[in-house]
């Protein structure tokens, strides 16, 4: 009972450093993959993603705006 007890401990230790040697670099490697394929979100993006489409989409807006009430405006001088 004693051996088998001794059995699993030592397979229980070589799973763990067959684990510790797998996983020893994953966070570093994962990092400089990161870094290397530009993953990383920037300013100018984040502009251009969030402050940009809203300031682009209320102009475009506007201008539609602009052209139903000059087509309104046009209607009412053609009808009157």
């Not at 100018?44 to 807006?61: G, N, P, S």
């Amino acid at each position: 009972m004693k051996r088998e007890q001794q059995i699993k401990t030592m397979h229980k230790l070589q799973c763990l450093n067959i684990s510790k040697r797998f996983l020893q670099n994953c966070f570093m490697n994962t990092m400089t993959h990161l870094a290397e394929n530009n993953f990383w979100r920037t300013s100018f993006k984040d502009q251009l993603e969030i402050a940009y489409k809203d300031h682009l989409y209320t102009q475009v807006l506007d201008e539609a705006m602009k052209h139903e009430l000059a087509a309104e405006y046009i209607e009412g001088q053609i009808s009157e």
